[in-house]
């Protein structure tokens, strides 16, 4: 059964990091393209970013939304068959929900997408609060 749980997510002062964690179950998460998304409270889904799926001879390269900061970094963890997130000098505006998400499409090629409706399968999501 493929499952994606995010975790990582938490109160932290502004200018403080974190890093965030999608993990996957049932399926080897590196080949899969994914988007990392974030809802505030009130706002709609936003993109953060989104990374495609590893080739025969291809990695993976993240990609970033226009609105996206050079504070995000996506990457994948190939030890643990993670996904992450890591946000550096946190703002309160960042203060939302945070989702990863995948079309679960293998040997989709280069490319990914951060439109949300272009996925169906989504974590619960984790929540970071950025506040003194």
């Known amino acids: 059964q493929v499952q994606l749980v995010e975790s990582g997510g938490g109160l932290v002062n502004p200018g403080g990091s974190l890093r965030l964690t999608c993990a996957g179950s049932?399926?080897?998460?590196?080949?899969?393209?994914f988007g990392w998304f974030r809802q505030a409270p009130g706002k709609e889904r936003e993109a953060v970013g989104c990374?495609?799926?590893?080739?025969?001879?291809?990695?993976?390269?993240?990609m970033y939304s226009a609105s996206a900061e050079s504070r995000f970094t996506i990457s994948k963890d190939y030890t643990d068959n993670t996904l992450t997130l890591q946000i550096a000098f946190l703002k309160p505006e960042d203060t939302a929900v945070y989702f990863c998400?995948?079309?679960?499409?293998?040997?989709?090629?280069?490319?990914?997408?951060?439109?949300?409706?272009?996925?169906?399968?989504w974590g619960q999501g984790t929540q970071v609060t950025v506040a003194s």
């Open positions: 998400a995948t079309d679960l499409v293998l040997n989709a090629g280069p490319g990914c997408f951060i439109d949300p409706r272009k996925y169906d399968r």
């Open positions: 049932g399926f080897h998460l590196p080949y899969y393209r």
């Open positions: 990374i495609d799926g590893d080739g025969r001879s291809y990695r993976g390269v993240p």
